[in-house]
């Protein structure tokens, strides 16, 4: 049977004119050139909020994809997420543009700090009426840490270490520097903030250190909504414990059940309600009034898929130079520096392995994800049988061809889950956290680890606020 929950829907984006299918930019009906006007984000965001979608799920990196031959020249020629804008700066252009859309921004806290970031995020809440959610990434390139200045990136299980660390500091800024009706506004008294509700953040962690005040008064959300990606066995801890949603792949139901599963176990056991985790899980999905109209569709796509692209962008993430594969020869596991859960599904023993050609494939072995060609009752008969066999809320659909891609599923598979009462008809009020979590408030549950540094806390759990 399908799933009776109500599916919920990201539009999977980057501010870049490649992001996971490299070349399809080259298609002429594509507009990712303009990938740097105000008028590109305003126009995805109303088709965005035109299909009720939940939001803007915004990739980004740090560094460029320079392990494929040991060098970014195919990155850079190709346009394998490079060159990119800073996905923060153009939410406040979608916004303004509507008015419920929520939006995932990713961030990568090993090259932020604190301080400065929680300023960032509180801004983006207050001019988006508390519709932000942050993609909390680690970062896996060392082109990225060379940039910064290091000499590499940090270990896999320890940028992890250093994001409980970089929460717990940002949880305290958020959460208890500024207490409810600290801001008054009182222009009869000439007082708009009451220093004494404004308190001192002490935070002495073993990678960040923060002595001051939060610079933003409370937001509507405060933290906001959390999002994670790590599905390695370290990352998937990290994920139960903070995560509100997850994004997550898998090129069977069972590999994504797998994870979901891990993930809700990990996070009852971390004292969490398992089902405080919204999962989307990625996919691609090209639609179109009939089948055969889709299969052409997808044929049409695939004549623009660029192979080196594909081979930089999988290398980058994986950690492994695809350049020294052979055609013929199997992908196997290695223990890199990068996503380590992406090598370990493409190598678990399944009905083939991985060889170099099924990386650039235009299909389900080239997404590593959900892949789903049809018309739009075939779509949705696929989508709802994905979110039964793999235990997940939603997904994340990744950018083909834009906008017609995006424009044809709101047009075509947004009415169909509509009419099969699986998708809503219209947006609730509220937040984005309390879009996604109907029953909840604006702010974080009180379940949830952030929760403990709230202002009146008792000392032993508060106990970096003075």
């Known amino acids: 049977m399908p799933v009776a929950r109500e599916l919920r829907l990201n539009a999977f984006q980057m501010a870049s004119p490649g992001h996971t299918w490299a070349g399809l930019w080259r298609h002429p009906r594509d507009t990712t050139t303009t990938y740097n006007t105000l008028e590109y984000w305003t126009a995805l965001a109303r088709t965005a909020e035109r299909g009720l979608f939940d939001g803007v799920f915004l990739a980004d990196v740090i560094g460029q994809y320079d392990v494929y031959g040991g060098s970014a020249d195919a990155?850079?020629?190709?346009?394998?997420?490079?060159?990119s804008l800073d996905p923060f700066l153009v939410v406040p252009t979608m916004a303004a543009a509507t008015r419920h859309l929520g939006f995932g921004v990713t961030a990568n806290l090993t090259y932020e700090h604190p301080y400065t970031f929680a300023r960032r995020i509180t801004t983006l809440d207050h001019l988006t009426g508390g519709r932000v959610g942050w993609n909390i990434v680690t970062g896996y390139l060392e082109s990225g840490a060379r940039g910064m200045g290091l000499s590499e990136a940090r270990a896999h299980d320890v940028r992890y270490e250093a994001g409980e660390d970089f929460l717990e500091a940002a949880y305290k800024l958020w959460e208890g520097s500024w207490e409810d009706g600290a801001v008054r506004r009182d222009r009869a008294g000439g007082v708009f903030t009451e220093p004494a509700k404004v308190h001192r953040i002490l935070h002495d962690?073993?990678?960040y250190r923060v002595d001051g005040r939060h610079l933003g008064e409370p937001s509507p959300q405060?933290?906001?909504v959390l999002y994670q990606a790590g599905t390695s066995t370290r990352g998937k801890?990290?994920?139960?414990?903070h995560a509100e949603a997850i994004f997550l792949n898998g090129h069977t139901p069972?590999?994504?059940g797998k994870a979901v599963r891990n993930i809700r176990e990990a996070a009852r056991a971390a004292g969490r309600d398992p089902h405080d985790i919204r999962m989307f899980?990625?996919?691609t999905v090209i639609v179109a009034p009939t089948r055969a109209e889709a299969l052409d569709l997808r044929d049409e796509y695939a004549r623009y898929i660029d192979a080196e692209g594909q081979f930089a962008l999988v290398s980058g993430w994986t950690g492994i130079n695809l350049a020294g594969l052979k055609p013929d020869e199997?992908?196997?596991?290695?223990?890199t520096n990068a996503m380590r859960s992406l090598v370990e599904n493409l190598t678990q023993p399944g009905e083939r392995p991985f060889k170099l050609a099924d990386f650039a494939e235009f299909g389900p072995r080239g997404a590593r994800a959900p892949f789903i060609v049809g018309s739009p009752s075939e779509v949705a008969d696929e989508l709802?049988?994905?979110?039964?066999?793999?235990?997940?809320?939603?997904f994340n659909l990744t950018r083909a061809v834009a906008p017609e891609t995006l424009e044809a599923f709101v047009d075509l598979v947004v009415p169909e889950l509509q009419s099969r009462g699986v998708y809503k008809t219209r947006y609730a009020e509220g937040t984005l956290r309390q879009k996604l979590f109907p029953r909840a408030g604006p702010l974080l549950k009180d379940s949830h680890p952030g929760a403990a540094f709230r202002v009146g806390e008792p000392p032993h759990v508060l106990r970096a606020v003075s």
């Open 237 to 241: 801890l990290f994920a139960a414990r």
């Open 205 to 207: 962690g073993p990678y």
């Open 254 to 256: 069972a590999l994504a």
């Open 222 to 224: 405060r933290t906001p």
């Open 281 to 283: 899980l990625g996919a």
């Open 330 to 335: 199997p992908l196997a596991y290695q223990e």
């Open 75 to 83: 990155a850079l020629a190709r346009a394998a997420q490079a060159p």
């Open 384 to 394: 709802l049988a994905w979110a039964e066999q793999a235990d997940v809320d939603g």
